[in-house]
């Protein structure tokens, strides 16, 4: 069974770039495209972009300009940048696997509140 | 960009009653594309259906999604006391993924 875990700064700083990890335990990162997804506190759900081990990419065209996501094979994790960062991007974070079959995010990790605040 | 809304906001029901959820694309998709979750306080979603219609493992049948085009449904027979949560749609095309704004699932 496929686990995720998310880490990283649990505060970040307004216009600095929030940076999170995803270890994924269980299967190899070579499979399937991983996601982060959002959520702002008392809010919905907001898909931020994926990532492929071969490179490939998609983003969320509102974030586009500000995100970054790449693959490390080497550690079996993926990682998330959101730069220029706002209170606006105060959320929890959740890694999630988008499952060939099914075509769904079959897999979260718990997720990890990221406030921004000087 | 598909927009997906979701009604009602809010669904007051009492447990055992039925509760119908909806969603509606602002543009076709195809059944394939559309996906439910569920999400309780502090927790991350759960996968409920996908392909519009199928459930997911685990997934009691008391859940059931419907519909095609534009307008779909997730229908919850009878609820049970676990089943007071919110409830997201969801969609893909074009390498794009959206979520509807969700419908929360609270105790009368």
């Known amino acids: 069974q496929v686990q995720l875990q998310e880490s990283g700064p649990r505060l970040v700083k307004p216009s600095e770039t929030l940076s999170l990890t995803c270890a994924v335990s269980?299967?190899?990162?070579?499979?399937?495209?991983w996601n982060w997804i959002r959520q702002p506190p008392g809010k919905g759900l907001e898909w931020i972009g994926f990532t492929h081990h071969s490179g490939a990419t998609s983003y969320n065209p509102s974030l586009k300009s500000r995100v970054t996501t790449s693959v490390d094979t080497s550690k079996n994790q993926f990682s998330l940048r959101l730069s220029s960062v706002t209170a606006a991007d105060t959320a929890v974070y959740y890694c999630?696997?988008?499952?060939?079959?099914?075509?769904?995010?079959?897999?979260w990790g718990q997720g990890t509140m990221v406030a921004v605040s000087s | 960009e598909v927009v997906l809304t979701q009604f009602p906001g809010t669904l007051s029901l009492s447990p055992g009653e039925r509760a119908t959820l909806s969603c509606r694309a602002s543009q076709s998709i195809s059944s394939t594309h559309l996906v439910w979750y569920q999400q309780k306080p502090g927790q991350a979603p759960r996968l409920l259906i996908y392909g519009a219609y199928s459930r997911a493992t685990g997934i009691p049948d008391r859940f059931s999604g419907s519909g095609s085009g534009t307008d779909f449904t997730l229908t919850i027979s009878r609820l049970e006391p676990e089943d007071f949560a919110v409830y997201y749609c969801q969609q893909y095309s074009s390498l794009l993924l959206t979520f509807g704004g969700g419908t929360k699932v609270e105790i009368k």
């Open positions: 999630a696997k988008w499952a060939g079959s099914p075509e769904a995010f079959d897999i």
């Open positions: 269980g299967d190899s990162i070579t499979s399937y495209y």
